[in-house]
């Protein structure tokens, strides 16, 4: 990509300001600018674009394609005009124009379009992917509405819509040239043909047209730039409808509800037809797409499609792609089925991304059947052929055939379809990977023990490092130089430094600073003041029972309570920093929320507390603001229960910008403490197979702690004495948890956390140690890289080049 020195770069921002938006620069708003900037980039971008295409073409480069229904990118400015190479420049010249970049750069609506780390993953890796100079493309949807803006009022959760797209979107390109109809519904029969093939013929089904909205996604350094591709639904213009323009309207409405908004249910299956029509809309446009190009592209027979492509399926969500490669190939392709088979089970691997079971998705077969009846003879058929293989040629296996199925009492297993029809199946951590083995898929494990792998999350280091936290980006470059920027593990360069004062405390302000601009952020949004010289204890992720934003509520009503008994009491000071939004319909997670506001609202306005603690609560917690936080944050909250969290990736970005865990062996946190070792991370808690043993003999006797330990008891029963809310206010919280048995580990896990609290506070008081900490956690997060990630799914899975 081209190059600019700064009066280069002016002299383009002044032309496209008069072109773009009719101003000067002295006349132009922050708005203006920031449009005039994309357009900049976007020049650049669309021509390295074709470029890329063109080289790949021509090199007939294996592509990857990554299938997601979410991808959160958040603000792309800041991450284009880095990875372009144009952020240096663009910042100096702003800042001598007497602009301030962060303003204009804040003029971004943050794409939303994910509900949590699973979508911030496919993100990561489209960053890493184009970076790597691999040839891999993401598919997605362009919903009309983002996950919802969250609100609080009086410390409850209320939703907004997220009107992402309510001003020009400046990074898509709308393609309506490559648009591809999808249909829905109707009849299927079929009919013997001469050969004795069978032909089959849909009618009355109701055709959606998928318009394609690219994103260009930039490489770094490596003028290599991918597209993310997304859906949006339209009413084909050829579509006739009787009667009047309302009904047309309606007609229309109808159809464009299916790209309406995304399902803000982060890890609980949504039984609702409208998401099933999303999950088909995305497959069927994306794979009619790629097998279109294919032909066009590289004259080859379609029977070596998967020699040039692989579909990587980003959880279960995507998994009708596979009947719906075997539809293309057998109805429109004219293959048999072996081979279409063979070339989908060539084609298609599956991540999974949790073994929650509410979240491992189940679909009525008539709902499947009223999506697209003849993608669910294709899946009936799958599962005939896969039961009677097993019943053939593992007959050790016949009694397990019942669980194994795909379709089991009138409902489609998407997990084990995905399996079946996939040549690799990955976990997302070392932990997770196991269980999956273990537990979760242990019987497709026993069949095909060959296809189960693990490759461990990552996060971009350009996003959460260079471009979130410039001041430990600038020290580490000013330290070890900057090759670390294209080989991140050679952050461990750092280790040289471990013993040197002034590098250590170079650290501490930049810690310091990142603080301060934190606690600006909070003042400003909360009006709550905070210390900057307190500690900063961050749980930032979606609220759900299992990540157990409960426990550390517990914890700090003892705290408190503590106080409140000795108010002399000595204690380090300590800000607890919340975000998370809620599933809207889970109402125990929106009683957490309202209990960090009653916590919050009395704890910081006691005067015996003396505001050694504060409890904050920031809203609407996503990219931008996240973006914020992990660079200030020093206390990394990690404490979901064990087994339950597959992987967790703000542990990873925390790590990265020098937080020191406090978790569970859970997770990828695992795979942080085997690194920094245990001197340089705070663990607690039960372990997974502690957790897993009490789950298989019917949990514990939760009742018992609360009755005989007066720590846990004294805790709870601030949910129900008054102490944070009249009239009860939180008994549905108390009784939750006492009366289902605790499946959390809440109680169980208590004292464990309040302990190992207590020894991360003392630690805390020997500055120097915990810099050094801090420092550990810093060097070897490189291993925590998205760019890890991507390699090893490149040269293990997608066999690229
Ligand atoms: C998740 C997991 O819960 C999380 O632990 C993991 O880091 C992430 C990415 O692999 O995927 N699974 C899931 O359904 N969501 C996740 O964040 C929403």
Redesign the pocket.
């Known amino acids: 990509m081209k190059t600019y020195t700064k009066s280069e770069f002016r002299k383009v921002l002044e032309t496209k300001l008069m072109n773009k938006r009719t101003a000067t620069l002295e006349e132009s708003t922050d708005n203006d600018i920031f449009y005039a900037i994309c357009s900049i980039l976007k020049d650049e971008i669309n021509q390295a674009g074709v470029d890329t295409r063109h080289h790949n073409i021509e090199a007939k480069r294996r592509q990857i394609n990554y299938l997601s229904m979410e991808f959160l990118i958040g603000r792309l400015i800041e991450s284009n005009l880095l990875n372009a190479g144009l952020l240096d420049v663009c910042n100096e010249v702003l800042t001598e124009l007497g602009r301030d970049p962060k303003k204009i750069y804040s003029e971004e609506n943050d794409a939303g379009l994910g509900?949590?780390?699973?979508g911030r993953?496919a993100a990561c890796f489209l960053d890493s992917i184009a970076s790597l100079g691999y040839m891999g493309n993401g598919f997605g949807i362009r919903y009309r509405y983002g996950l919802f803006e969250q609100r609080i009022v009086n410390g409850t959760q209320i939703e907004l819509p997220d009107n992402w797209l309510q001003e020009v979107y400046p990074w898509e390109t709308r393609r309506i040239e490559e648009a591809v109809p999808v249909n829905f519904g109707g009849q299927v029969t079929s009919e013997v043909l001469e050969d004795g093939n069978l032909k089959f013929t849909y009618s009355n089904q109701e055709t959606v047209l998928a318009v394609p909205y690219d994103v260009g996604v930039v490489g770094y350094d490596n003028d290599n730039v991918n597209q993310l591709r997304l859906w949006s639904a339209e009413l084909p213009h050829d579509t006739i409808d009787h009667g009047d323009n309302k009904n047309r309207l309606e007609h229309m409405q109808s159809v464009e509800r299916i790209s309406g908004f995304l399902y803000p249910d982060?890890?609980t299956e949504e039984g609702r037809f409208l998401r099933l029509k999303q999950q088909y809309f995305l497959v069927s446009s994306t794979i009619q797409t790629l097998i279109n190009q294919f032909k066009e592209r590289y004259q080859l027979p379609v029977t070596d499609f998967h020699k040039y492509h692989c579909i990587q399926i980003n959880?279960t969500h995507p998994t009708f792609g596979i009947p719906e490669l075997m539809r293309i190939l057998m109805d429109e392709e004219g293959l048999g089925w072996d081979d279409a088979w063979h070339i989908t089970t060539h084609t298609f691997a599956y991540t999974n991304?949790?073994i929650m079971q509410e979240?491992l998705e189940k679909w009525p077969v008539y709902q499947v059947q009223n999506v697209n009846p003849r993608i669910f003879m294709i899946i009936n058929e799958i599962n005939e052929r896969f039961c009677k293989s097993v019943y053939e040629a593992h007959p050790e296996m016949r009694d397990k055939i019942g669980d194994l199925a795909v379709i089991s009492n009138n409902v489609v297993h998407m997990s084990k379809l995905a399996i079946v029809g996939s040549f690799s199946v990955n976990g997302?951590a070392a932990l997770h990977s196991e269980i999956i083995k273990d537990y979760t898929f242990n019987d497709f494990y026993k069949l095909t023990p060959e296809k189960f792998n693990n490759k461990t999350?990552g996060i971009t280091h350009r996003r959460w490092l260079m471009t979130s936290n410039p001041e430990l980006s600038n020290l580490i470059s000013d330290t070890i130089g900057n090759n670390w920027v294209k080989h991140p593990q050679e952050l461990t360069q750092l280790m040289h430094y471990y013993n040197d004062d002034a590098f250590l405390d170079r650290l501490a302000e930049v810690k310091l600073h990142n603080k301060k601009a934190l606690k600006e952020v909070i003042y400003n949004k909360t009006g709550i003041e905070v210390d900057e010289h307190s500690v900063f204890d961050v749980q930032v992720k979606?609220l759900h029972e299992y990540k157990r934003q409960l426990l550390n509520l517990l914890r700090i009503i003892y705290l408190y309570n503590e106080i409140k008994r000795k108010p002399s009491i000595k204690i380090q000071p300590i800000t607890f920093i919340f975000g998370a939004k809620a599933a809207p319909g889970y109402h125990i997670a929106k009683e957490v929320i309202k209990l960090i506001h009653a916590v919050a609202n009395v704890v910081n306005n006691d005067t015996d507390v003396d505001n050694r603690i504060k409890v904050v609560f920031l809203e609407n917690y996503n990219v931008t603001l996240a973006e914020d936080i992990m660079p200030a944050a020093e206390i990394s909250e990690q404490i979901s229960t064990a087994s339950m969290?597959?992987?967790?990736?703000g542990n990873m970005k925390m790590m990265m910008n020098g937080a020191i865990t406090l978790g569970t062996m859970d997770?990828a946190n695992v795979e942080i403490a085997e690194l920094v070792g245990k001197e340089n991370i705070f663990i607690f808690g039960l372990s997974s197979e502690e957790v897993i043993n009490y789950q298989l003999n019917g949990g514990y006797r939760a009742e018992d702690i609360y009755k005989t330990d007066s720590r846990v008891k004294n805790a709870m029963d601030a949910l129900i004495n008054e102490q944070f809310g009249r009239n009860y206010a939180f008994n549905d919280l108390y009784y939750h948890v006492l009366t289902n048995n605790d499946p959390y580990f809440l109680l169980k896990d208590f004292n464990s956390y309040v302990d190992i609290h207590l020894t991360a506070m003392a630690t805390y008081q020997d500055k120097r140690k915990w810099n050094q900490m801090s420092l550990t956690n810093i060097m070897k997060s490189g291993q925590f890289s998205s760019d890890r990630t991507i390699q090893q799914y490149a040269t293990d899975i997608w066999k690229l080049n």
């Open positions: 509900n949590g780390g699973l993953l982060d890890s959880d991304h949790t979240a997302v999350n979606r969290e597959a992987s967790g990736t997770g």
